[in-house]
């Protein structure tokens, strides 16, 4: 009886032993991604800081800017105003700084490569992207994809056309904070005014 309690006892061990080294595999998991996520929205929100705001009327910090989807790529996700931690774990972020869908200008959103833009690793040139918000619904078509260095902010500079630049850290599956930036870029194709966009009838082919 005292062999078989004996058996019982260090099998209740081994098992509590697994169960704490799991525990701990999962804490230093999540502290190993909360720094990495708050590195990485570090980053963007010092190169955000080196642009000059382009507009008085900019929603407020982690106000809803709009909605982006690309349909190819099944990704659709909220962009809120800013580009800090709670903001990104959220959905995607604006750049302040940049200017907002239906200005002139250079539209930049940034999100985590490992969550809501995962999917631009696929992204194709040709590709549409949408924008909808309270103004209507702006496609733009994608023209480019590069990757640069973080502290190349040539990509956030004003454009003569309306210009989307969709911001995540690059390489897509690196361990830990990821050292470059990919870049998306691509230009307004066509606006739809709200009216049309719940209307019966199609909207106009892209050129």
């Known amino acids: 009886m005292k062999l078989n309690n004996a058996k019982s006892l260090r099998a209740i061990a081994s098992l509590l032993i697994a169960a704490g080294t799991g525990l701990l595999a999962i804490a230093g998991w999540l502290w190993w ?4 996520a708050q590195g990485e929205a570090q980053s963007l929100i010092e190169l955000s800081s080196k642009v000059a705001f382009s507009s008085e009327t ?10 982006l989807s690309i349909d190819r790529l099944k990704l659709e996700v909220p962009v809120r105003e800013g580009v800090d931690g709670g903001i990104l774990r959220r959905g995607a972020g604006h750049v302040p700084g940049t200017a907002f869908p239906g200005q002139e200008g250079n539209v930049a959103i940034a999100a985590h490569r490992d969550t809501h833009f995962r999917p631009l690793r696929n992204l194709r040139v040709g590709d549409q992207i949408t924008i909808r918000n309270t103004a209507g ?7 480019s994809t590069i990757i640069v260095e973080p502290h190349e902010t040539e990509v956030l500079a004003p454009t003569p056309k309306p210009t989307l630049t969709l911001i995540t850290c690059y390489p897509f599956f690196y361990v830990g904070p990821a050292p470059q930036r990919f870049i998306v870029r691509a230009l307004l194709a ?8 719940y209307s019966s009838s199609p909207p106009a082919p892209l050129e």
């Open 33 to 36: 991604e909360a720094e990495r």
């Open 58 to 67: 900019q929603p407020g910090t982690g106000e809803l800017v709009g909605v």
């Open 137 to 143: 619904e702006f496609v733009y078509v994608a023209e």
């Open 190 to 197: 066509r606006h739809r005014p709200p009216g049309e966009i």
